[in-house]
């Protein structure tokens, strides 16, 4: 029997509230949300595991810890792990100092609490109900959180975009900018002028970054730092670990450590 679609199970333009709060463990539900939309904005939060989106011709990842922000009226999908357990956070436009595009926000343990006690509240509350005012502190403690660089610009260039598909279906791809200049008919200055002018990154950045966001679902999955570094065609686990301890500030090992133990104080009884 095929498992429900998550998008399915809520509409949350269903309330005019300024914000409302959802559960959901993807073990129980498709591991997939198609495109879609609606008006209030969306934050999803990992609480464990990880969920990759799509919007705005970036791509987003969600490692524990951390929310994807999408403002309303955004056309979104999302993949999640098997093993992702989910808080969802609508919020009504306007009615928190959110940015206006899609970005990655590091999560505090108090927000984190917060979003958690609101996902079993009903969505229609009074405005002067405790419910109210829990949600008028969550949304403003997050307007302070700092965005997070855990996005990959994709582009809608139609050679940026074919060249991001294969390197996002084949990671271990490890081409170099003058193979991939001949597979799209470019020169390798042109190409090169093209990715900075379309993503903002070099090419070399660009595939680290996207690198980086597999690694963490992968990670966050639970397969192993060795499986992950073949993955990706590193050619040993040193190198692999040394590109995430540049760009993360810790080893692999340890950042999933920290956020087991962080998870574990969150939900301990």
């Known amino acids: ?17 300024p914000a409302v709060a959802r559960h959901l463990d993807f073990v129980d539900y498709a591991a997939e949300v198609p495109v879609h939309t609606h008006r209030k904005g969306q934050l999803i939060i990992a609480l464990y595991g ?4 799509r919007a705005e011709n970036d791509i987003w990842i969600v490692p524990p810890d951390c929310a994807v922000w999408i403002p309303g009226g955004i056309a979104h999908s999302a993949k999640a792990t098997w093993n992702a357990h989910l808080n969802y956070l609508f919020i009504e436009p306007g009615a928190a100092a959110l940015p206006e595009r899609c970005c990655t926000l590091a999560i505090s343990g108090l927000i984190k609490e917060l979003v958690d006690r609101l ?13 109210a005012r829990l949600t008028r502190v969550t949304l403003d403690e997050l307007a302070t959180m700092p965005q997070q660089k855990l996005s990959l610009p994709v582009s809608s260039h139609p050679k940026i975009r074919t060249m991001a598909d ?24 042109s190409l ?28 966050a999955s639970g397969v192993s730092v060795q499986n992950v570094a073949i993955k990706l065609g590193y050619e040993s ?20 450590s920290e956020r087991k133990i962080s998870a574990h104080q969150t939900h301990a009884p």
């Open 166 to 189: 294969v390197l996002v279906s084949h990671p271990d791809d490890r081409s170099t900018l003058t193979t991939w200049a001949k597979r799209l008919a470019l020169s390798e200055r």
């Open 237 to 256: 686990v040193n190198a692999f670990i040394t590109m995430f301890r540049k760009v993360m500030g810790s080893t692999p090992a340890h950042y999933f």
């Open 50 to 53: 990880a969920v990759i989106c």
């Open 119 to 131: 996902t079993q509240e009903c969505v229609d509350y009074s405005s002067e109900s405790h419910v």
């Open 192 to 219: 090169a002028r093209l990715m900075v002018r379309e993503t903002g990154l070099s090419f070399g950045r660009w595939r680290q970054q996207l690198h980086l966001i597999i690694a963490l679902q992968e990670l």
């Open 1 to 17: 029997m095929s498992r429900s679609l998550a998008n399915t199970l809520f509409d949350p333009d269903s309330t005019s509230c």
